[in-house]
T-cell receptor
Framework: NAGVTQTPKFQVLKTGQSMTLQCAQD?????MYWYRQDPGMGLRLIYY???????DKGEVPNGYNVSRLNKREFSLRLESAAPSQTSVYFC?????????????FGEGSRLTVL | GENVEQHPSTLSVQEGDSAVIKCTYS??????FPWYKQELGKRPQLIID?????GEKKDQRIAVTLNKTAKHFSLHITETQPEDSAVYFC???????????????FGAGTRLAVHP
């Protein structure tokens, strides 16, 4: 019963390098999200996908791109990493139905950009 | 868009005392208000939520109250225990039934420490 799985758990990048964070859920959820968590700033939404084939910007989308590869997978790409993108990244999913709004989070990916 | 403010940022209590965390929101259209708990090094997990048609909801030692007129909601933890020590996040946003997603906006978090 994996839930939401994201990889890698830790990554160190140099400024200007690119990387992709992978996320997969096995709960047949419609909606998926990427958040970043910084000290004192809570969880800020980067991008979300309401359903397979759709993506939209959240609060802090600059410097990121996403792909909803299929219903299970939602990836986050940093094309040219900057020190300001040092953060803990959480992928999440939700059923996306009227009866429940619960977000299920992955374990997080700690990214350091030097 | 929605903006959520959360207070206090840190809270220290003795075991057995009560703890209260307060949040205010800006968008009067918001009608869904969850609370998440994040233990050190772990993922956030939903502990309780409330919708705008309800003024209060309880689940054992935790309760949430909502005042839509004043646009604020609070988390109450009674008889606190050391395992309640964590960061708590409130959130708010309209539930988009037709869109099928929750674009939750989170508060900055409250670090609760319960001392034995």
């Amino acid at each position: 019963n994996a839930g939401v799985t994201q990889t890698p758990k830790f990554q160190v990048l140099k400024t200007g390098q690119s990387m992709t964070l992978q996320c997969a859920q096995d709960m047949n959820h419609n909606s998926m999200y990427w958040y970043r968590q910084d000290p004192g700033m809570g969880l800020r939404l980067i991008y979300y996908s309401a359903s397979e084939g759709t993506t939209d910007k959240g609060e802090v989308p600059n410097g990121y791109n996403v792909s909803r590869l299929n219903k299970r997978e939602f990836s986050l790409r940093l094309e040219s990493a900057a020190p300001s993108q040092t953060s803990v990244y959480f992928c999440a999913s939700s059923a996306g139905t009227e009866n429940t709004g619960e977000l299920f989070f992955g374990e997080g990916s700690r990214l350091t950009v030097l | 868009g929605e903006n959520v403010e959360q207070h206090p940022s840190t809270l220290s209590v003795q075991e057995g005392d009560s703890a209260v965390i307060k949040c205010t929101y800006s968008d009067s259209a918001s009608n869904y208000f969850p609370w998440y708990k994040q233990e050190l090094g772990k993922r956030p997990q939903l502990i309780i939520d409330i919708r705008s048609n309800v003024g209060e909801k309880k689940d054992q030692r935790i309760a949430v109250t909502l005042n839509k007129t004043a646009k604020h909601f609070s988390l109450h933890i009674t008889e606190t225990q050391p395992e309640d020590s964590a960061v708590y996040f409130c959130a708010a946003f309209p539930v988009m039934f037709s869109g099928g997603y929750n674009k939750l906006i989170f508060g900055a978090g409250t670090r609760l420490a319960v001392h034995p």
